[in-house]
């Protein structure tokens, strides 16, 4: 989730609140709104990406 900050800038939050808080995690701040969008899909590659299996 991408919001507009008073400053100009944007910040991406997590888009599930913790139970705890009741907050949303801070996942980094961009001057434009371009970047936060590519940092976005750049954490839901590797939230989805699979870890490959180690053969010993």
Not at 23 to 37: I, M, N, Q, S, V
Not at 39 to 52: C, G, L, Q, S
């Amino acid at each position: 989730m991408i919001r507009k900050l008073k400053s100009g800038q944007y910040r991406l939050y997590s888009r599930k609140k913790n139970p705890k808080t009741g907050l949303r995690r801070d996942l980094g701040t961009f001057a434009t709104r371009k970047e936060a969008e590519q940092h976005e899909r750049a954490v839901e590659y590797f939230k989805h990406k699979e870890t490959p299996v180690r053969q010993d």
